[in-house]
């Protein structure tokens, strides 16, 4: 939650009016937009999660990838390692998103990539399994691209990402 | 019945309703309702689910859909 947010809800509290975000009915749905991430180690879920955490979250995960993607494009995930996205804004020019790691931009000969580097590193703010935010990225990637565009980090090299496990 | 994934560091969690014409099933819709609108204040992008597939979406809530999924905000770097 940014502190702007923060502010409000506690002079809304202060002054007696609605809370814009109550506590949800259930309290184990964990919401993370509510909480801020910085502090926490790369590759790390937080303080207090255990091997089997980690384990199960990844299994989870997995599963919701793949609802997410939906059966033909899972597979040919775990086939070839990687799916591929044509640009919708730049001909010739196509993303390759691979589990855990930068997206690769890759250009046809004559295409002028946007960016001075081929890797552009994009992560979630908030801690997830790898595997759950690759489909989240491609969702991002199809369906919307300019917002890629905005925030996408350049970088010469390839590398992990880091609010990933 | 619908649901949204919540995708967290849990791997996911499910916020379901039932479209039943009840009380209880309507505490369960305003639920979703506002957990999906409290999700995108804060940054985050839904999808759903048409023909098998998830899209992002940026209408407001419906019941009717059958599986929402609210889907991190994203930075570089």
Not at chain 2, 41 to 59: A, F, I, N, R, Y
């Amino acid at each position: 939650m940014t502190h702007f947010n923060q502010f409000i809800i506690w002079w809304r509290r202060l002054l007696g009016l609605d809370d814009p975000y109550p506590e949800p009915a259930d309290p184990a749905i964990e919401r993370p937009w509510r909480k801020r991430w910085d502090f926490l180690p790369k590759r790390s879920a937080g303080p207090g999660f255990t091997r089997s955490d980690y384990a199960a979250a990844r299994e989870r995960a997995r599963e919701v990838a793949r609802a997410t993607l939906g059966d033909d494009l899972w597979e040919t995930l775990q086939y070839q390692g990687y799916l591929d996205l044509p640009s919708r804004i730049t001909p010739g020019l196509t993303y390759r998103l691979r589990v855990g790691r930068r997206i690769e931009v890759l250009c046809e000969p004559g295409v002028r990539s946007p960016w001075r580097f081929d890797y552009l590193c994009i992560n979630p703010t908030y801690p997830l399994p790898e595997e759950e935010f690759f489909a989240q990225l491609y969702l991002y990637v199809r369906d919307r691209e300019d917002i890629i565009r905005r925030v996408a980090a350049p970088q010469p090299w390839d590398q992990m990402l880091g609010r990933t496990f | 019945m619908g649901r949204i994934i919540v995708a967290n560091r849990r791997g996911h969690q499910v916020v379901e309703w039932t479209d039943t014409d009840t009380e209880e099933a309507r505490l369960q819709i305003a639920e979703a309702e506002r957990i999906l609108r409290e999700a995108r204040e804060h940054g985050c992008m839904v999808s759903k689910k048409v023909d098998g597939q998830h899209v992002l979406d940026t209408k407001p809530f419906d019941p009717s859909v059958e599986e929402y999924q609210i889907i991190a905000p994203i930075a570089g770097g």
